[in-house]
Nanobody, 121 residues
Framework: QVQLVESGGGWVQAGGSLRLSCAAS????????MAWYRQAPGKQRELVAQ???????NYADSVKGRFTISRDNAKNTVYLQMNNLKPEDTAVYFC???????????????WGQGTQVTVSS
């Protein structure tokens, strides 16, 4: 079907930057919304940012002005540039992609395996 491979997580000091990538492959007719979510220990998974097919973006208030989501449709890849990272950004980050596997099928969403981001103070 569809596979998502994430990369770019790691450890960084507060104020630093990281860039996450998520590449989709497999049976893809087209991709609509691409997004990043995160889940911190003991907390629910939350939306961080999303980007629609036309490029319209939406961000959680907590990351506005610091994170930038972008997509490369030719590579079926979504990115999350994270600047001025804070300890409260520490979480596992998941990409989420809505895909149609053929023209006559409705879209379905797929999740990446998650990548750990740790920000130390």
């Amino acid at each position: 079907q569809v596979q998502l491979v994430e990369s770019g997580g790691g450890w960084v000091q507060a104020g630093g930057s990281l860039r996450l990538s998520c590449a989709a492959s497999g049976r893809i007719f087209d991709i609509t919304t691409m997004a990043w979510y995160r889940q911190a220990p003991g907390k629910q998974r939350e939306l961080v940012a999303q980007v629609a097919t036309g490029g319209t973006t939406n961000y959680a208030d907590s990351v506005k002005g610091r994170f930038t989501i972008s997509r490369d449709n030719a590579k079926n890849t979504v990115y999350l540039q994270m600047n001025n990272l804070k300890p409260e950004d520490t979480a596992v980050y998941f990409c989420n992609v809505w895909v149609r596997t053929s023209w006559y099928r409705p879209e379905s969403d797929y999740w990446g395996q998650g990548t750990q981001v740790t920000v130390s103070s």
